[in-house]
């Protein structure tokens, strides 16, 4: 492993734990020429998840563009990066124990929404406005009063 700071190939484990729900395991590392501490992770490699999208085209899963999209919807809310991180983890769990080495994008989309939902109504009607391809003020507003309904009927959280 490089040092991240001066590039040595030599260093020592200082710590190591599990981390990510048991789906990594979290080194702090010291480099042997400066000193500098660091930390890695160590996943196991999964079988290739491709990912089919609407138009029929297939691309690899990239947990990259999941968490892009998801941060994008958080931006400026009262949201952790952390809780953001583990809301990808959650989906990849998921999609780990279906066993499937094709999955339709429209799912993944789907299992985000719920996510939101349950964390967050602003964040969840701008991820909904991409998602669901709201063609005009009327589908947002449709959206918003739906998502209101259901707050009112003792579902999500309200938006006032």
Avoid: H, W
């Avoid at 991409?130 to 589908?139: A, L, M, T």
């Amino acid at each position: 492993m490089k040092c991240p700071f001066c590039g040595f190939e030599q260093d020592k484990v200082v710590d190591s734990r599990s981390s990510k729900e048991g789906r990594a395991v979290r080194r702090r590392r010291e480099c042997l020429e400066c000193g500098k501490r660091f930390t890695t992770y160590e996943y196991i490699e999964n079988f290739p998840l491709t990912i089919v999208k609407n138009d029929q085209r297939r691309e690899p899963y990239d947990r990259q563009k999941l968490l892009t999209g998801l941060m994008a919807a958080c931006k400026k809310r009262p949201i952790s990066t952390k809780k953001v991180d583990s809301i990808v983890d959650k989906i990849e769990t998921a999609l780990e124990k279906q066993g499937k080495t094709e999955v339709p994008s429209s799912e993944i989309g789907q299992m985000v929404m719920s996510e939101l939902y349950k964390l967050d109504d602003v964040a969840y009607v701008r991820f909904a406005s991409v998602y669901r391809k709201f063609k005009d003020r009327g589908e947002f507003v449709s959206e918003v009063k739906g998502l209101d309904a259901k707050s009112n009927g003792g579902g999500g959280k309200s938006l006032r």
